[in-house]
């Protein structure tokens, strides 16, 4: 009985010991994914809507990606304070008064995004992806109690959201070349946002102001690394998508009255104020990308 045991121990240990063999020889399968959320953080009410004592601001997103030619790989998902029963109190955003986003209260989360180099491209270890979200900043006034907002943006954004980048990016065909793929994104990523600033405008001008929207931040994430975050940063840069300078790279969309601003860049941990606003009112959004 002893000796019985004992062997199977033994036959367990060389099997491990064969298993992390094989293990060790399996070829490197390029970089490891990793999964990232875009959590909005804070609202600064710098000028206030409400008549009233304070404002009650907060998060709308749409989270989008979509993989380089590959059809069908859209994916497309809404998160909101409202939702999350995470709205502030009534009047907390008073004038200066700068209102937390409680954690995971409106986050979008990306995971297993693989951030891709030249060399990764080329031997084919993932396709590159496009990754974004839309951020609405909203006041709530609750005419309607529910959820009402949201489930409009939702109801009008998702699928047309869905459809542009099917068209512009999961069903493209990839170029040949690192020239042609960098003007390939460039290109199709100008006339997402283009599309985007249309879509927008035209569900808020359907809105009819249940809560009043202040204003509208797109952020478009790139997982990238090393040349080609370069590469595509510089590409960005000559497009006049792009520009460090900027606010770090902070658009505002001068065609749209709702105060829509754009962001790309490379998915990397980052931090930026967003101001944001329509005639009256001043929030600045503080938006955050973190590992997890
Ligand atoms: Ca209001
Ligand atoms: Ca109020
Ligand atoms: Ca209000």
Known sequence: MHRTMRSLFATVALLAGISLVAAACTPPAGPAPSNWK??????????????????????????FRSKLGVAGSTQVSVASQCRTGTLPAADTGRVGVTVPVPVGGA???????????VGD???????????????????????FSSCAVTDL???????????ALELLIASQPIPP??????????????????TIGGLIAAVLEGLGNPDDI???????HLPTAGTLTGLLNSAFSLAGLFDADL??????????????????????????????GIPGTEYVLRSSVVPG
């Open 38 to 63: 875009v959590r909005p953080v804070s609202i600064t009410v710098v000028d206030q809507e409400d008549t009233d004592a304070g404002d009650e601001p907060y998060v709308i997103q749409l989270g």
């Open 107 to 117: 986050d979008i989360a990306f995971n297993n995004v693989t951030n891709l180099d």
């Open 121 to 143: 491209l080329a031997l084919n270890y993932a396709p590159l992806e496009i990754l974004g979200t839309l951020t609405f900043v909203a006041e709530r006034d609750a005419i």
């Open 153 to 163: 943006i939702d109801n009008a954004l998702t699928p047309i959201l869905g459809d």
């Open 177 to 194: 070349t690192q020239e042609q793929l960098i003007k390939l994104i460039t290109d199709n990523i100008g006339s997402l946002l283009g």
């Open 214 to 220: 202040i204003g509208v931040a797109a952020q478009i």
């Open 247 to 276: 606010g770090k790279g902070i658009l505002p969309v001068d065609q749209l009255g709702t105060g829509l601003k754009i962001r790309v860049g490379s998915l990397t941990s980052s931090r930026v104020d967003i101001p944001l």
